[in-house]
């Protein structure tokens, strides 16, 4: 059993999941949003809280896999959220809540929209509470459950406002991709690629009675080990650390700040597991193409090998334009806690800007460290 997935403590008899939730959640009160052999999705909240349970009726294994890159992942859910109902990504209003989104980051994390095509790295600091468990249900078989509760005042909302939402989540054994609203893939996909026009309608309304948040586990704060310590970003105007990579793609020679000293380079990171980086990659082409006669140079690092981009590349030609450091560990390095995350600097070999490559303020701060001569 894996420590960072927990069992529900509710288990002293076996609980009629199809009539009853688990942790507290008011299923006889609860608008069910979709409900098939496979999924069922309900939601329900009072004046504080959005409670979101998705139950996954034949998923009964707790079992850690490997993703494409060779990385360990376990059962994982996301939680989509487009809080103003346009059907569109709406920067710093829409959002995500994942839950177990690496077996190292149990509980509920979250990511902001920042562009039409990104979003912050994974945040840890919610005021809410969320876990995926496993629950002997009274029908003799037993279940995962996945349970977000999510504070009404962190997403800015309260009862009587129209939000529309998705729920998407991932087993490992047995091999399962599902979601609440009937997005068909012959691959693998993710939750980004759920189309806007087919999230639920809800009209957040308060239930009878108050919703116990203590019901609601938050392995978060069961970590017993020290968390990994911060480090900071490099500081603007001064010379960030110098790049490094085990192996370049489109390039016939390593990189280096100091080597393009002169030019202005676009220190990038990202993954090839990552929705908003992989959604990035035209526009950083773009980039690199409308800029490069003037001085642009885009760098971009991953931590995986040749073998899993290349192989990225042929599954779903994106083709990358721009020279790749692979195997790399600068994230740690540059301070980097989500992707994607871009670092512009400037002709001198100083930092002038880093935040989001795909937002309006990235192609802005290029633009000016190419006027400066």
Not at 60 to 87: F, N, P, T, Y
Not at 156 to 173: C, F, M, Q, T
Not at 189 to 212: N, V
Not at 263 to 277: K, S
Request: hydrophobic share 35%; aromatic share 8%.
């Amino acid at each position: 059993m894996n420590a960072e997935q927990t069992v529900s403590a509710e288990q002293a008899t076996p609980i009629d999941l199809h009539k009853q939730g688990c942790n507290g959640f008011p299923q006889a009160q609860a608008t069910v949003l979709c409900d098939t052999p496979d999924l069922r999705v309900s939601v329900c909240c009072d004046d504080k809280h959005l409670y979101v349970q998705a139950i996954l009726w034949n998923d009964d294994d707790d079992s850690v896999g490997k993703s494409d890159d060779g990385r360990e992942i376990g059962d994982w859910s996301q939680l989509v959220l487009d809080l103003d109902a346009d059907q569109k990504n709406t920067p710093q209003v829409d959002r995500s809540y994942a839950l177990n989104p690496w077996p190292s980051h149990p509980g509920l994390r979250y990511t902001i929209v920042v562009s039409e095509n990104g979003t912050t790295g994974l945040l840890p600091d919610s005021m809410g509470r969320g876990a995926i468990e496993y629950v002997d249900d009274a029908g003799g078989r037993r279940s995962r459950v996945d349970s977000f509760l999510i504070p009404l005042d962190e997403i800015k909302r309260e009862p009587g406002d129209e939000i529309r939402l998705a729920y998407w989540g991932s087993s490992v054994l047995p091999k399962a991709t599902l979601n609440s609203v009937g997005f068909e893939s012959p691959g693998t996909y993710y939750s980004f690629s759920l189309p806007k026009d087919k999230f639920h309608t809800l009209k957040l309304a308060s239930i009878a009675g108050k919703i116990d948040a203590s019901q609601v586990p938050d392995p978060r704060s069961e970590q017993s080990a020290e968390p990994e310590k911060i480090v900071a970003n490099p500081p603007l105007g001064e010379a960030p650390p110098e790049v490094v990579a085990a192996d370049w793609l489109n390039t016939d020679a390593p990189q280096s700040l100091a080597g393009l000293k002169g030019n202005v380079v676009v220190v990038e990171f990202w993954a090839t597991w990552c929705g908003p980086c992989v959604a990035g990659i035209p526009h950083l082409n773009e980039l690199q193409s409308k800029y490069r006669d003037q001085g642009l140079r885009i760098l971009s690092f991953t931590d995986q090998d040749r073998e899993t981009v290349e192989s990225f590349q042929q599954k779903t030609k994106a083709p990358i334009e721009y020279t790749v450091g692979l195997g790399s560990k600068l994230f740690k390095t540059y301070g980097v806690s989500g992707s994607p995350h871009a670092f512009v600097v400037a002709r001198d070999g100083k930092l002038l800007w880093h935040g989001h490559p795909a937002s309006d303020e990235c192609e802005a701060k290029i633009a000016e460290a190419l006027a400066q001569k």
